[in-house]
């Protein structure tokens, strides 16, 4: 099996596909012709062109230098068992999907859902939430639409349900055992729908915090 590779030089101009074993000439350009070109492994590692060191970064890692990696926490305080904190995330009508990851950490026990196709009352839609760019100096801004606690008008169907922490062993209603729920596992987000991500907590007097990063990629699919 060959391993596909490039020819790139210095300013990061591919300047044409070759496989490996057959690097004595690419088309009718000799590699002698090439001035500091480095060799780039696709999708893998790349040879610096002063030192030969082989270098490389997850794509995750990439995204984020290019300006389309995001962020967005949140606090809640306060909230009695049967109390729900949701975030409603509505996709744009694209194909720059959101690869999504999401965690929800609470003082005490707490069960977490995720809904699709869901949809809120404009007229109650609760609060904007802004997701920032983890490239602090990108001005690309997210595609997604965020809001914390609207008033939801249609729930969708149910994806994913978990739960944790301990049941209450004091008199204060308080665990033992701290939850901390979410998804552990990237969802790539379905364009043009609604989601819930919420958490409704199981004992009284609990606090609660939220934490989502995400990327937004073009897909091939």
Not at 118 to 135: I, K, L, M, R
Not at 174 to 188: C, L, N, T
């Amino acid at each position: 099996m060959t391993t596909d590779q490039f020819i790139v030089d210095d300013n990061g101009h591919i300047l044409t596909q070759i496989s490996c074993g057959n690097l004595a000439q690419v088309g009718s350009t000799h590699i002698s012709n090439v001035v500091s070109a480095h060799v780039v492994i696709t999708g893998q590692t790349s040879l610096d062109a002063v030192s030969g060191a082989p270098f490389g970064v997850s794509f995750e890692e990439h995204k984020l230098h290019e300006g389309d990696h995001f962020t967005f926490t949140g606090l809640v305080t306060g909230i009695d068992s049967g109390d729900i904190s949701k975030y409603h995330i509505r996709t744009p009508d694209t194909t720059k999907w959101g690869h999504f990851l999401i965690k929800f950490n609470s003082e005490a026990k707490m069960s977490f859902y995720v809904y699709e196709t869901t949809s809120y009352d404009p007229a109650s839609a609760g609060t904007t939430v802004t997701a920032f760019n983890n490239n602090r100096n990108s001005a690309t801004v997210s595609g997604l639409v965020i809001k914390q606690d609207p008033v939801i008008v249609n729930s969708g169907t149910e994806i994913f349900i978990e739960q944790a922490g301990s049941e209450a062993a004091n008199p204060t209603g308080v665990s033992q055992e701290a939850g901390i729920v979410g998804r552990e596992d990237e969802i790539i987000l379905k364009q043009n729908t609604g989601y819930i991500f919420a958490m409704v907590s199981v004992d009284d007097g609990n606090y609660a915090s939220a934490h989502a990063d995400w990327f937004e990629h073009v897909s091939v699919a």
